[in-house]
């Protein structure tokens, strides 16, 4: 009998061009309005010229394992936000709304999550789930043009994903959280080497405007 | 026709569902019970089935396979095509929001005639009879006083030789492109020095990538399937990235080392650095031996005056680093570099382009695996016969002085034009916006106002942009998803030839500009007296594209315009193809066909007047695209007209005499946006939709300016208000600025709130689209590419004045009239009598050999001498 399938990304950090295809296929697909976002590439710079870095973070929904999102969901909600067996973290638009899906936005260690301006629902990443169910990847990796978004079965041992985890070392955003992200990262750690910690978001032209978190691999 | 690449594999019953959606493109399932996760596929939310049609993209130029999942008659998405061998089943950022384009709601969907002042906003509709009736009308009238006043400015035309069908059919070869805006100066190079116009580096499997300039991380030819490329040999080959640019652009960010230079002075940094490579030993003297047409010690000689230490103090570039790098190239195993439009669109870019070129060439990098190596495209034929006679050259095209310019001189028809040299009767503008894209805008914007010089103006055009404002009458053109183009880019090894086809029928009364023409041929010649209508009895728009896609060798076998139609591209890409793939076309043995009837003049194997081989050692191979079919370090026809035929570096004059507090301005496209052609599509305008100006904080520190502060920027002609990004990613000396942003008109998500989308309406967050640049660049010229010299502008910067608003630009005519005088001034001192008829026999010389060298290797130009030959890519 095989194995409970569990899906999971790796974005190789060392294949990000900060092309932000996967942005906007992700508005495409998913029709997400504009001010709001499934998911982001942040540019981080840091130096004083010339000896300048700059770097790119992709961030999403981390699906984690312990969802912090469903946890802070008040009593007699807890199904609003569902972790599937498949380890995909879904909502239900209907129960996830208004104060409920505040709550959920709110308890996000990652601000991944975000209120539909006009639905007042709770949003996210969703690994394209309409798509992951009718096999096909989700649509950021589909178009991902550095080839950095790894995405499928990590108990499946035949897999991409699998591979990908087991010759390279990963790591996860904010481990200290406890939640144990889904979204793992290679080469996260090039961010505390280049002492891009702490540094600006850039630039300040974009709507990834967004204050920087200190990420320590 | 399976997708291999990827193999992502699941188990799970949810793998039935799957098959449901299963398409034409994606991977079959390898059984029942596996099921891999596909690429690409439709999942729509409403459950309902698309239908999947192919295209090919041009959101920007790169021409990458695509398709749009349609439902109820609407395109719900696009996706990129996992069989095209350029771009491997991904889009771009813009790739993805190209349905955009089609539900614009600003978009032109009737025809418009101007019935205020021009350039006033007042339109009233009018009906495709009508119109078509107006235009011809003055087109007739044009042709009877003399049909080279009829003027055709394109800018993406994608007809592959409809709009020189049409205008060779009314008589006129005043037919201008862009190219002169874009990337000429490189193209002049290379056709010289080897033939092509372009390169197509083996990424992948390189171990060394020079990046002089380009941006292939955000723009560039061929973005996206070059990057994906350069990023499998980065992570997987372990090739090191070196790129010299002036600003940190996002490829500076994935490059091992960023160098920072003095624009314009890459062509000294290369140079040096074959200096070096020949000094130390480590040239591949056997490569320049048996295929350039100089000898290795008449090289090193020449190249001995470019020494790091001179290097260092044109460009900034440290001599120790210059010799480390030199030597890190000539070493690491196959090395290539890279350039496109940031080193060559300066005034001596020409000489730039060759310069870096040259490192290939001392290393022998050239047509090898992991090297830099010659374009591979197919091509494909000049449509249904007859075809109509070449009429002259008009002198705004190829204008005397500018001798080499085989691309036109764009940008100096609006001062040409005014100042009386050619005149016009009917103006037509097709995909072009020169009051925004061109340098030196405002000028533009004196000739397009003007009735005196432009009496008639026609706008083929999808929405109301800057220069269509100023159009006497607007015909609604398609959208790159509404309209049919057979398409080829060298953008892989495998050459291969795509199809875009209209997807859905187009919106409203908008009528794809191949219908449009065919239709206004027929109005122009009813009766066929006029001698135009025969070259327009080919039927529909899809038959004129299947008749030149039929003539791709192979195809028809392969399953000819129906699997085009089908899967949108042929051959479909093949990875172990291209891993595989035999470079060395040059040392390629000629047959005993090609040999028969050939005399030998030097080298050089001449067949019936025409160069077709070079004997290497007793042996006959095929050699490079040029006169001599070396690869030629050596240009005489540079010499013959005052030019320096050997590798040099030519510093800009203004730059030599800036004072210390003169900067220079540079501009760059971002990773979302096109030119111009974007800032409409609302997701794309959402990630960048205001362009502060790039500043160094040491350089800002010393002015008194903060980040996010009002500073003005004066340049030759005039000034502009914008705001600074105060930052350590640029050079002190340079400020950039991007395109994209600063337009005024209200197709611009940011400008207005008229609109029927909803989420434009409610959810616009941002007011501020920008300054543009352009009005106070003024035109200076490459006076052998006749390309743009972009990046070369002197600008003082300083805080705002009292006063200054914010967007403020000026410009000065008698300033800009001076620059354009300056840039003549360089030209080849040859000016013709102002007779528009008066082409020089050189042009028609200099045209035929661009044709033949352009056939070498079975570029995309093979074919396409029906048009311009060697625009592969602008």
Known sequence: MAKKKKYAMVIDINRCIGCKACMTSCKAENDVPLGVFRNHVRELEKGIYPNMKKIFLPVLCNHCDKPACKAALPEGYEDAITKRDDGIVVWDEAKCKGKVAEAAIEGCPYSNAFMHPQKNVFQKCDYCVHRVDAGLQPACVSTCIGGARIFGDVNDSTSDVFKYMATHSTHVLKPEEGTTPNTYYVALDRITAERLEGSQQLPPTDATEIAVENFSG | ?874
């Open chain 2, 1 to 874: 026709m399976q997708l291999k690449r990827r193999k992502f594999i699941q188990l799970g019953s949810a793998a039935g569902a799957a098959l449901t959606v299963g398409s034409q493109f994606g991977m079959k399932a390898k059984a029942a019970a596996l099921m891999e996760l596909k690429q690409t596929g439709s999942a729509s939310p409403t459950g309902k089935k698309n239908q999947e049609i192919p295209y090919t993209c041009l959101t920007c130029n790169i021409e990458d396979g695509g398709i749009a999942y349609v439902e109820d008659g609407r395109i719900r998405r696009l996706e990129g095509n996992p069989n095209h061998p350029g771009n491997r089943g991904k889009l771009c950022a813009k790739g993805n929001a190209g349905h955009l384009h089609v539900y614009d709601p600003t978009r032109i969907l009737n025809p418009l005639k101007r019935i205020g002042p021009r350039g006033s906003g007042k339109w009233k509709r009018i009906s495709w009879d009508e119109a078509l009736s107006e235009v011809a009308g003055k087109i007739q009238g044009a042709m009877d006083i003399d049909p080279m006043s009829i003027m055709f400015q394109y800018g993406r035309n994608r007809t592959h030789g409809l709009v020189y069908r049409f205008m060779n059919a009314l008589g006129s070869g005043t037919v201008n492109n862009h190219t002169s805006i874009c990337e000429c100066n490189k193209k002049v190079a290379m056709e010289h020095a080897w033939g092509p116009d372009i390169e197509t580096p083996d990424f992948a499997h390189t171990k060394y990538i020079l990046n002089f300039g380009s941006n292939l991380a955000e723009a560039a030819y061929f973005h996206n399937p070059y990057i994906q490329r350069l990023i499998d040999g980065k992570v997987e080959n372990k090739a090191k990235l070196v790129t010299f640019d002036p600003r940190m652009t996002n490829t500076g960010a994935i490059s091992d080392e960023w160098v920072p230079l003095k624009p314009a002075t890459d062509g000294i940094v290369a140079l040096a650095m074959c200096n070096v490579i020949l000094q130390e030993g480590l040239a591949d003297t056997e490569f320049i031996r048996k295929y350039t047409n100089v000898t290795a010690h008449q090289l090193a000689e020449h190249l001995k005056q470019f020494s790091p230490e001179f290097a260092e103090k044109e460009s900034g570039v440290s001599a120790d680093t210059i010799r480390r790098i030199a030597i890190e190239f000539a070493t690491a195993g196959p090395a290539t570099t890279y350039t496109y439009r940031g080193s060559s669109m300066h005034q001596n870019g020409v000489y730039t382009e060759k310069a870096t070129m040259m490192l290939n060439v001392v290393t022998g990098n050239i047509e090898k695996r992991g090297g830099f190596n010659l374009p591979r495209g197919l091509g494909f034929g000049g449509g249904p016969g007859p075809h109509p006679p070449k009429p002259p050259h008009s002198i705004l095209k190829y204008p005397p002085e500018y001798p080499l310019a085989s691309h036109h001189v764009s940008h100096h028809v609006s001062h040409s034009i005014l100042e009386g040299r050619q005149k016009i009767n009917v103006f037509m503008l097709y995909c072009h916006n020169p009051l925004y894209t061109q340098p030196d805008g405002d000028t533009w914007k004196e000739l397009l106002s003007s009735e005196k010089h432009i009496p008639y103006s026609v706008s083929f055009s999808i929405n109301m942009d800057s220069s269509t404002e100023y159009a006497d009458i607007i015909l609604p053109d398609t959208t790159f998803l509404e309209r049919w183009d057979p398409e080829s880019m060298p953008s892989s090894a495998l050459g291969w030839v795509g199809l875009r086809q209209p997807v859905i029928k187009p919106l409203g009364n908008a009528k794809a500009f191949r219908d449009t023409i065919y239709e206004l041929a027929q109005k122009i010649d009813p009766d066929g007296k006029r001698g135009v209508k025969k070259y327009f009895s080919y039927g529909s728009a899809e038959s004129y594209v299947k008749n030149q896609l039929e003539a791709t060798p192979g195809l028809k076998a392969a399953g000819g315009f129906k699997l085009l139609k089908k899967y949108g591209v042929w051959p479909f890409y093949d990875k172990k193809k291209e891993d595989n793939f035999k470079f060395g076309a040059h040392e390629e043995a000629l047959s005993e066909s090609d040999l028969a009837g050939t005399t030998l003049e030097g080298r050089t194997l001449m067949k019936g007047g025409k160069s077709v081989g070079l004997m290497v050692d007793g042996k006959a191979v095929r050699g490079f695209g040029t006169p001599s079919r070396t690869f030629q370090v050596n240009v005489p026809e540079w010499e013959h007209y005052g030019f320096e035929p050997m590798p040099h570096y030519e510093p800009i004059e203004d730059h030599k005499r800036m004072k210390s507090d003169e900067l220079l301005l540079s501009t760059y496209k971002p990773n979302v946006h096109t030119q111009s052609r974007t800032p409409n599509l609302k997701w794309l305008q959402e990630l960048h939709h205001r362009n502060p100006a790039w500043i160094n904080s040491e350089t800002a520190k010393a002015r008194g300016i903060g980040d996010d502060e009002l500073i003005r920027i004066t340049s030759p002609i005039g000034y502009m208000v914008t705001k600074a990004r105060v930052t350590e990613a640029i050079h002190p000396q340079v400020v950039a600025i991007a395109t994209s942003s600063g337009m005024t008109n209200k197709a611009t998500v940011g400008n207005y709130g008229g609109t029927k989308d909803p989420d434009i309406v409610q959810n616009t967050w941002w007011d501020d689209t920008g300054v543009h640049p352009n009005q106070i660049i003024p035109v200076s010229t490459d006076p052998i590419g006749g390309g743009m010299g972009w990046f070369d502008t002197v600008i003082t910067v300083t805080k705002a004045k009292a006063g200054d608003k914010y967007g403020d630009t000026h410009s000065d005519r008698g300033a800009a009239r001076k620059a354009f005088e300056k840039a003549l001034s360089k030209a080849t001192k040859v000016r013709d009598s102002g007779d528009a008829h008066n082409t020089t026999a050189k042009t028609n010389v200099r045209d035929e050999r661009h044709t033949e060298v352009g056939g070498v290797f079975g570029t995309t130009a093979k074919l396409r001498d029906f048009e311009d030959p060697h625009n592969t890519t602008a």
